[in-house]
């Protein structure tokens, strides 16, 4: 490099850490975040009840599976709201126990299990299903009637989604001598949850959520490159967090009263307020938190503080979300 151009750097570096150039670098940040809050569309989740009603629909509801005590499979799912909550801190705490695999977002972006939840909560007819009820595929006469909506029964749709995540998810970690497996997940709510639920009745659920600012602060000096559903939804602005961030908050609500689940706070898991003792005895696992909390791993926030418009975005756009969950809105 030459002494000149070596100058003209030195001049530029110094210009962007003086204060006219802070000032300048956080007026650019405001206007890209008020520009795409303007253009942001809504991203539209799918709600428990629209699936409950599809599978209530196929006869598999939730009753049906009373025993479901018999049921060898009992996986574990780690779900947030949103990205950058410390869910892979929460994954790597649960195997320290070393009977449990649980995969990480896998194939993430593909957006699998909302499409599915979002496929069930739309696209199930009743029409159909009641000419399904009137049909007997053992029948003399199946040659002469009107068979056009023959299918096999709902169970049989269940077992069959079942087994699709079981080789995929449940076998690779029990060839690998797991004697359980999950995965956790940053795109999954109350809808998807229950789906799971349906499929796995004995599965357990762990929410983890933790302050807005701090996930967007985190992700955002991160550089980005985050989707929550690939190639069209980009997390890259405050809204777009934002908005998803408050409807997977807000839809834990959702849930039925006695749903296997419980809900942590980042903010108690770095601070020694969970009683992992008592999280343990209700996952059956057996856990030492010490040794994951021991090592810091992918810590990505470079700020100390959002800007202010940022935080109002957030405030307006998961106001409501946070509330829910009992953090402070300012």
């Not at 001049?11 to 802070?22: C, F, I, K, T, V």
């Not at 856990?287 to 800007?307: F, M, P």
Request: charge should be positive; include cysteine; charged fraction near 25%.
């Amino acid at each position: 490099m030459s002494t000149l151009a070596y100058k003209q750097t030195r001049l530029w570096e110094w210009m962007r850490q003086s204060p006219a150039g802070r000032f300048a670098k956080v007026c650019e940040r405001c206007r890209r975040e008020l520009w795409a809050w303007s253009q942001t569309p809504e991203v539209v989740l799918p709600h428990v009840e629209q699936l409950s009603k599809s599978i209530g629909a196929l006869h598999m509801g939730y009753a049906k599976f009373a025993d479901a005590k018999d049921d060898p499979e009992a996986p574990i799912f780690v779900l947030s709201t949103g990205m950058r909550t410390g869910s892979t801190l929460l994954q790597r705490i649960l195997v320290t126990d070393p009977r449990v695999l649980l995969w990480g977002e896998p194939l993430g972006d593909m957006a699998m299990i909302c499409k599915i939840a979002e496929m069930m909560s739309h696209s199930i007819s009743p029409w159909n299903l009641e000419q399904w009820k009137n049909h007997n595929p053992n029948s003399s006469s199946l040659a002469t009637t009107w068979i056009a909506d023959l299918y096999p029964p709902g169970e049989d749709f269940r077992l069959a989604l079942r087994g699709f995540f079981d080789r995929w998810l449940g076998e690779p970690a029990r060839q690998r001598g797991f004697a359980r497996w999950g995965f956790k997940e940053v795109r999954l709510g109350a809808t998807e949850a229950t789906l799971l639920h349906w499929l796995y009745p004995r599965a357990r659920f762990v929410f983890l959520t933790r302050h807005p600012y701090d996930c967007y602060k985190s992700g955002a000096d991160s550089n980005w490159h985050l989707y929550h559903r690939y190639p069209d939804v980009r997390i890259d602005s405050a809204a777009r967090f934002a908005r998803l961030w408050n409807q997977l908050a807000l839809s834990w609500s959702e849930l039925p009263k006695g749903f296997p689940s419980v809900l942590l706070k980042y903010e108690d898991i770095v601070i020694g307020k969970v009683n992992f003792r008592e999280l343990e005895s209700w996952l059956g696992l057996t856990i030492q938190e010490n040794v994951a909390l021991s090592v810091a791993v992918g810590s990505t926030a470079k700020r100390t503080r959002l800007s202010w418009c940022e935080r109002m975005i957030i405030s307006r756009e998961a106001g409501e979300g946070m509330r829910a969950l009992g953090y402070p809105v300012n």
